[in-house]
């Protein structure tokens, strides 16, 4: 059974830091790209950053360039988002996606910012 599982969310102030792990189980983790998008209340889902298999190449979008760093532990299955310096603008819903053949989701992790 496949499960990819999202911890590390909360409340945080402008500012503030967050790491957020995502966990999977059930496929071969270090065969497929992975990559962690946000949806915002009224707002469609979006990619923030993504990682290929070995972790070699990392791409970010541009609103969090230079605040966000995905990164992941192949021999513990789980990719990792710190996020720094964030902003009001950054809370929203945070998913981990992993892509081969196949697409997979985790249930999200709710991130707040706000003083």
């Known amino acids: 059974q496949v499960q990819l599982v999202e911890s590390g969310g909360g409340l945080v102030q402008p500012g503030g830091s967050l790491r957020l792990s995502c966990a999977t189980s059930g496929f071969t983790f270090s065969m497929y790209a992975m990559s962690w998008y946000r949806q915002a209340p009224g707002k469609e889902r979006e990619p923030v950053a993504g990682i290929t298999s070995a972790g070699g190449i990392t791409n970010y979008a541009d609103s969090v360039k230079g605040r966000f760093t995905i990164s992941r532990d192949n021999a513990k299955n789980t990719v990792y988002l710190q996020m720094n310096s964030l902003k009001p603008e950054d809370t929203a819903v945070y998913y981990c996606?992993?892509?081969?053949?196949?697409?997979?989701w985790g249930q999200g992790t709710q991130v707040t910012v706000s003083s």
């Open positions: 996606n992993a892509k081969l053949f196949r697409s997979y």
